[in-house]
Structure formats: C-alpha cells, structure tokens
C-alpha cells in the first residue's frame, strides 16, 4: 500500500496485520460460529432416525437420478473418487427428450466455461475450501460479533444423519423448518400457473419461517 498521508510504502505483512487488529476477528470465531458435527453430536439419537435406504431410492428416482447416475457418479463421489466419464454428451436435448429430466439438464455450458483442470478442495486445500456458512447473513459494509453466528457446514452436501439432525432438533438456540416444494398434480391440470404459484407460495413459507426465527 502506498500511504500518501504517511509517505511511505506500507508492506504486505504489516497492513494485514493492523486490519486484522481491528477487531476481535479470533475471538468471534472461537465462541460465535455453529459447527455441524456438534450440532449432530448434540441430536444424538434424533440424527439416527433418517430415513429408510427404500425411501431413500425412492426419493433419487423421484428427483431424476437414473441407476446409471448413482452407480457411475454418485457411487465414486461417496468413495472419494472422481467419476471420470466423455465430456461429450449424446442424449436428446432435455427440452426435446420424451423422458422426464432432472432441471440441471436444461441448463447447458459453453466448452470453455469449465476449469482445467476442476478446482479441486483435496488438492488444492491450501487456496480453497468446500466449507460453506449458511444462515442469517448481517450488513455486508459492516463488521461485528453478529456476523460471525452461523452455522459452518464443512461441505455442501449433507449426509442423512447430518439432514436428520437439523430436522429434528434445536441446538444453542437454532432450529430448522422443513418445507414441502411439492404441488398436486391435479392442479398442474387446472391451471398452467400452478408451478409458478406454487413456487411463489414457497417462497412465501420461506420468508414467514425466517421472520419467525
């Protein structure tokens, strides 16, 4: 940093560590943030209640994950392996395909939007991170203790102990609604705004959930 009030040329070091200064920013971290794995260790048997490996495959089935999906893909992802496969794809576009397709179908990338090689968190630990805070978020251009109360998932997917955990019980004053984004299928038939409705009553249940806590 060039500092003109002080004229002088400030270094890398010495800057970071004024900023980091500031505020209490280890403190914050220590004693605010929730972490998963207390969450599930502090449900204890609730966290064990999920659900059956049938309604499990049910559920897959239900939301567009073909056998060749969870044996190829799914399946290497949970050994901690990569599904290698052609990245070339030969099936019918989803918007002309006779079969029911998962939305991320209809979603296409151009060749050179991916990474090369794919940002790897195992790997590449050092530069990045799956862990991902999710809960209340505060003032961006601000920075206080309050910023700091979320609950820190180490990755983006959640296992069924981890999912029943957070259904199921309360923790430091934390609690989870579940919401039901599924709609009649009669009313598809009645009205061709019966998605969007229902997408706006959702989001509805949403934000009443949140203003409740």
């Known amino acids: ?34 972490l998963l794995d207390e969450w599930v260790a502090d449900a204890g048997a609730a966290a064990a209640a999920h659900p059956a490996r049938e309604t499990l495959n049910s559920t897959l089935s239900m939301h567009g ?7 190829i893909l799914v399946a290497a992802m949970a050994k901690g392996k990569e599904a290698l496969g052609s990245m070339g794809v030969d099936t019918p576009l989803a918007a002309l395909s006779l079969q029911p397709r998962m939305p991320s179908h209809y979603f296409k990338q151009l060749f050179a939007q991916v990474t090369n090689p794919p940002i790897d968190p195992i790997r590449e630990e050092v530069v990045m991170s799956l862990q991902c805070p999710v809960g209340p978020e505060q003032n961006l251009l601000a920075a ?23 259904q199921t019980s309360t923790h430091k004053g934390w609690t989870a609604t579940t919401l039901d984004a599924t709609f009649p299928l009669a009313a ?18 949403a934000e009443a959930a949140v203003l409740q806590g």
């Not at 002080?6 to 220590?30: F, N, S, T």
């Open 1 to 34: 940093l060039i500092d003109f009030q002080e004229q002088r040329i400030v270094p890398d070091g010495e800057l970071k560590e004024r900023m980091a200064a500031e505020r209490p920013y280890e403190k914050w971290m220590a004693e605010q943030p929730l």
């Open 188 to 205: 598809a038939k009645e009205s061709p705004n019966a998605m969007r409705d229902a997408i706006f009553d959702l989001s509805a249940k």
């Open 65 to 71: 994950f073909t056998k060749e999906s969870s044996d």
């Open 144 to 166: 206080t203790e309050a910023h700091a109360r979320r609950l820190i998932l180490p990755h983006p997917v959640l296992s069924l102990t981890e999912m029943a955990a957070l």
